[in-house]
């Protein structure tokens, strides 16, 4: 399996853009999640889905951003419009089941800039 | 609530020496501990895991014993090489689909 899949890799907008970051799971992987990496506030777990329905976003940070998982193998996290404070790396993960002993598999990362 | 505190870095070694990074936690219940690596420009990995009490997760040279009654999950290595230098996350799984994540500790070896 080529893991879980994420583009863009990089991405550069401006201040007011909206941006969209795409994730691939691992196929037959029930679980997807989006986190976010800073310095200042290290790894935040954003939302998750399970059989692609939201289950918590407590950790969404506000009404600017958004996720979407329309089918078992792609999900959309959208921030509009975005701001600097948005700039950090994006990780999404998946995982086959639910449970305590269950490993979370993350993608490469979207690095975002919002100039 | 559940949390994870780790040793702040960056931990600084010569190639060869012994690794602790320490990690306690606070939860309810019976959680799973894991230690998650993240190379540089790369995601977090799965390096080893314990799920009960006294289990001891290994991979790759590193160890970590799951201690109930220190509540800590500490990562040790007895020789690092250079290719170790990466961001080690502690991290635990309780009840929920959740896993709650330390803030990271750098590690730096070098030759």
């Known amino acids: 399996d080529a893991g879980v899949i994420q583009s863009p890799r990089h991405e550069v907008t401006e201040m007011g853009q909206e941006v969209t970051l795409r994730c691939k799971p691992i196929s037959g992987h029930d679980y997807l999640f989006w986190y976010r990496q800073t310095m200042m506030r290290g790894l935040e777990l954003l939302i998750y889905f399970n059989n692609n329905v939201p289950i918590d976003d407590s950790g969404m940070p506000e009404d600017r951003f958004s996720a979407k998982m329309p089918n078992a193998s792609f999900s959309t996290l959208k921030i509009q419009p975005s701001e600097p404070r948005d700039s950090a790396v994006y990780f999404c993960a998946s995982s086959p089941y639910a449970g305590t002993e269950a490993e979370q598999f993350f993608g490469p990362g979207t690095r975002l800039t919002v100039l | 609530g559940n949390s994870v505190t780790q040793m702040e870095g960056p931990v600084t070694l010569s190639e060869e020496a012994f690794l602790t990074i320490n990690c306690t936690y606070t939860a309810t219940g019976y959680p799973s501990l894991f230690w998650y690596v993240q ?73």
């Open chain 2, 39 to 111: 190379y540089p420009g790369e995601g977090l990995q799965l390096l080893l895991k314990a799920t009960k009490a006294d289990d001891k997760g290994s991979n790759k040279g590193f160890e970590a014993t799951y201690r109930k009654e220190t509540t800590s999950f500490h990562l040790e290595k007895g020789s690092v090489q250079v290719s170790d230098s990466a961001v080690y996350f502690c991290a635990l799984s309780d009840n929920t689909d959740k896993l709650i994540f330390g803030t990271g500790t750098r590690l730096q070896v070098f030759p």
